[in-house]
C-alpha cells in the first residue's frame, strides 16, 4: 500500500508538530521517510514555508566537507558546489531566491524573512559552526530545528556546542587557508576545519532532550519528526559538557572508519600525508604492525545485543615500523607513506575533553 501526502497534508503536519508562523527553522531531513511525496522535494520546501508563513525563514544544512580537509588539502567552495546533505538541500540551495552561505564544508541555504540575515558573514567566521555562523544565529533568533525522517545523529548543531566549549578533540589545530568564491570573486579565508576521529552520540540524546521539554516527538507524512528550541537545546547540552566532557562523544568506540578513509587515500597516493585526531577509549590500546590493526578493550556493538571488544583487522597496505596507541586519550595521528610502506606517529595527545590547541 502505497502513502502519499500532499504539500497541504505536510503543512499542517508541521504545524501540529510544533511550527508556527513566523518561525526560523533548520531542517535536517530525509525525503524516503516521509512516504510518497507527488512533488517530491519541492513540495516538502513548499509545505515547509507555508507552515512558517511569510514572516518566517527555512534553512537546510548544504554540507561539502570531507575527511580529506586540511592545511594539506584545503577545501575551496562556490555557490554551486553540490552538497552531501540529501535531495531536500539539493532543491533548496538551487531554488530561486535562495540564499547561501559561503563556507568550504559548513554552508546553508535559505529562504525567507532572515534569510540574508543568518546566511552573510559565514565566510569570516573563524570555525564551522561556531560565532558568527547561521548555526548559532539561528539559536540567536529563537529559532528550532526540525528533524523530518532524521536522526539527531545530523545534528549540526550540536558541533556549535563543541566549538563553544572549545573541545580538542572536535577542531584542527593549526588553520586551513580556504579559496572561497564571493559575489563572483575568488578570496582567500583562514578559518579552522572540525576534525574527524572521535565518534559522537548525537541520536542518544534525544530521549534527554524530550524529557527536559526542549524537544518534542511527532509525524510529518509517515516520518518521525524532532523538533528542538536550538537556543534551549545549546544551553543543556553545554551545562553538560561543564560536568562531563565527553558527554557528546561515544566512549567505548573506535572510529575503524576514519581509520581506514585516511590509509586509503594516502595509500593510494591521493594525499602525501594526512592527519586525524583519534579518540581512545579509557582501558583501550591500538597497535598498527606490518598489514594489521591490532585491538582490544572496546565496546562496540557487533550484532544485535553481541559486543565487539577485541580484534584484528587486516589492512590494504603495510606498517613498516609498530605505533601503538594506550586509551583515555584523543591522538594527532600523521600517516604518510614512507621508504617501508606506511607510516604512522603521533604529532600530539591530550585528553579529549581538554581545551583545544587552537593557533
Given at each position: ?7 497541504e ?8 508538530a ?10 535536517h ?8 511525496v507527488?512533488?517530491g522535494?519541492?513540495?516538502v ?22 575527511i ?19 535531495t531536500i ?7 530561486e531566491g ?27 567566521a573563524?570555525t ?8 548559532l544565529?539561528v539559536a ?5 530545528i ?11 548543531t550540536f ?11 572536535h577542531?584542527?589545530p593549526?588553520?586551513?587557508?580556504c ?12 578559518m579552522?576545519?572540525?576534525a ?32 528542538v528550541?536550538?537556543?534551549?537545546m545549546i ?9 562531563d566532557?565527553?558527554?557528546l ?13 585516511c ?15 583519534l ?14 590493526l ?45 621508504a ?18 587552537v593557533?
Amino acid at each position: 500500500m502505497q502513502f502519499v501526502f500532499t504539500k497541504e497534508e505536510m503543512a499542517r503536519d508541521l504545524g501540529r508538530a510544533g511550527l508556527r508562523k513566523g518561525d526560523t527553522v533548520l531542517v535536517h531531513s530525509s525525503l524516503s521517510s516521509i512516504g510518497y511525496v507527488p512533488g517530491g522535494a519541492d513540495d516538502v520546501i513548499d509545505a515547509l514555508l507555508e507552515a512558517v508563513g511569510d514572516d518566517g525563514t527555512v534553512v537546510v544544512p548544504t554540507l561539502t566537507g570531507h575527511i580529506s580537509d586540511s592545511p594539506e588539502n584545503p577545501p575551496a567552495f562556490s555557490s554551486d558546489k553540490p552538497s552531501w546533505t540529501g535531495t531536500i538541500p539539493e532543491a533548496m540551495r538551487g531554488r530561486e531566491g535562495a540564499c547561501r552561505s559561503v563556507h568550504p564544508t559548513h554552508s546553508v541555504a535559505a529562504i525567507g524573512n532572515l534569510a540574508r540575515k543568518l546566511t552573510e558573514g559565514h565566510e569570516d567566521a573563524m570555525t564551522p559552526c561556531g560565532r558568527g555562523t547561521p548555526y548559532l544565529k539561528v539559536a540567536e533568533a529563537q529559532g528550532k530545528i526540525v528533524f523530518l525522517g532524521a536522526t539527531l545523529n545530523s545534528n549540526t548543531t550540536f558541533h556549535s556546542v563543541e566549538e563553544l566549549a572549545n573541545l580538542y578533540y572536535h577542531l584542527q589545530p593549526e588553520p586551513t587557508i580556504c579559496e572561497l568564491e564571493i559575489g563572483g570573486r575568488r578570496v582567500k579565508r583562514r578559518m579552522f576545519l572540525h576534525a574527524y576521529g572521535a565518534p559522537r552520540t548525537f541520536g542518544e540524546k534525544e530521549g534527554e532532550l524530550v524529557e527536559s521539554g526542549v524537544a518534542k516527538v511527532g509525524h510529518v507524512g509517515r516520518a518521525k519528526s524532532i523538533l528542538v528550541d536550538a537556543g534551549e537545546m545549546i544551553d543543556f547540552a553545554l551545562r553538560k559538557l561543564k560536568g562531563d566532557g565527553l558527554y557528546l562523544v561515544e566512549r567505548e568506540v573506535i572510529d575503524f572508519w576514519c581509520i581506514s578513509g585516511c590509509i586509503d587515500l594516502v595509500s593510494r597516493g591521493k594525499l602525501n600525508s594526512m592527519k586525524i585526531n583519534l579518540y581512545m577509549p579509557r582501558g583501550a590500546s591500538v597497535k598498527f604492525l606490518g598489514n594489521s590493526l591490532s585491538f582490544k578493550g572496546v565496546g562496540m556493538d557487533f550484532h544485535g545485543n553481541l559486543k565487539l571488544g577485541s580484534g584484528t583487522l587486516t589492512l590494504p597496505t603495510k606498517f613498516g615500523k609498530a605505533l601503538r596507541l594506550n586509551g583515555g586519550y584523543s591522538y594527532w595521528i600523521r600517516f604518510r607513506k614512507g621508504a617501508r610502506g606506511m607510516e604512522a606517529d603521533v604529532v600530539d595527545h591530550a585528553r579529549p575533553y581538554s581545551a583545544a590547541k587552537v593557533t
